[in-house]
């Protein structure tokens, strides 16, 4: 089974300055996706940005954007001028075409005002 | 607004009681999933249904069933309820194609077994 470990439990950040999630996969495959979900209090999840693994550019999403690193099998999320809204739980998420997707254990992001 | 829309948003069951949770999803999806959330354990797959018609065991099937009703619709059953079900359930949507568009996430059930 593929797994994903998202090492850091909690995170924080002072507003208006940039914080680094921190995800890595494990998997044999070469053609899959990668997306960050966020999960804010009222616990809807909402996808963030999406990664595909054939695509040696980073995905970008206004202040949202990815580090992805094929090789070290490692896809973090960074957040630039981070708002109090960004405030949430943001889950890795790892995804073969027609298989199911598999999520890590989540990391909370606290923003500081 | 299209979306996945789930049912009901929270209950309170007594051990060994059942219950159904209800999924729609109108974005004409083909693949429906049923996870469900617990602290410091992200989200797990329960049971999915790749297309109308067929359904799979996910990573803790263990105490639910599910039903493909049509396209749309895709329902969890827990015929006899245990606190370790305690849990958020969420439903999920995917077209499950090569362009690789992630899923669409109902609000979620919170379930309490006491």
């Known amino acids: 089974a593929q797994t994903v470990t998202q090492s850091q439990p909690e995170m924080s950040v002072q507003e208006a300055e940039t914080v680094t999630l921190s995800c890595t996969y494990d998997t044999s495959e070469s053609d899959y996706y990668l997306f960050w979900y966020k999960q804010p209090p009222s616990r809807q999840m909402i996808l963030v940005i999406r990664?595909?693994?054939?695509?040696?550019q980073n995905a970008t999403e206004n202040r949202f954007s990815v580090n992805f690193q094929k090789a070290a099998k490692s896809f973090s999320l960074k957040i630039s001028d981070s708002q109090l809204g960004d405030a949430a739980m943001y889950f890795c998420a790892y995804h073969l075409t027609g298989n199911q997707f598999y999520f890590g254990t989540g990391t909370s992001l606290t923003v500081i005002p | 607004n299209a979306g996945v829309t789930q049912t009901p948003k929270f209950q309170v069951l007594k051990t060994g009681q059942s219950m159904t949770l209800q999924c729609a999803q109108d974005m004409n999806h083909n693949s429906m999933y049923w996870y469900r959330q617990d602290p410091g354990m992200g989200l797990r797959l329960i049971y999915y249904s790749a297309s109308e018609g067929t359904t799979d065991k996910g990573e803790v099937p263990n105490g639910y069933n599910v039903s493909r009703l049509n396209k749309r619709e895709f329902s969890l059953r827990l015929e006899s309820a245990a606190p370790s079900q305690t849990s958020v359930y969420f439903c999920?949507?995917?077209?499950?194609?090569?362009?690789?568009?992630?899923?669409?996430f109902g609000s979620g059930t919170r379930l309490t077994v006491v």
């Open positions: 990664q595909e693994a054939y695509k040696q």
């Open positions: 999920a949507s995917s077209l499950l194609t090569r362009g690789g568009q992630g899923y669409t």
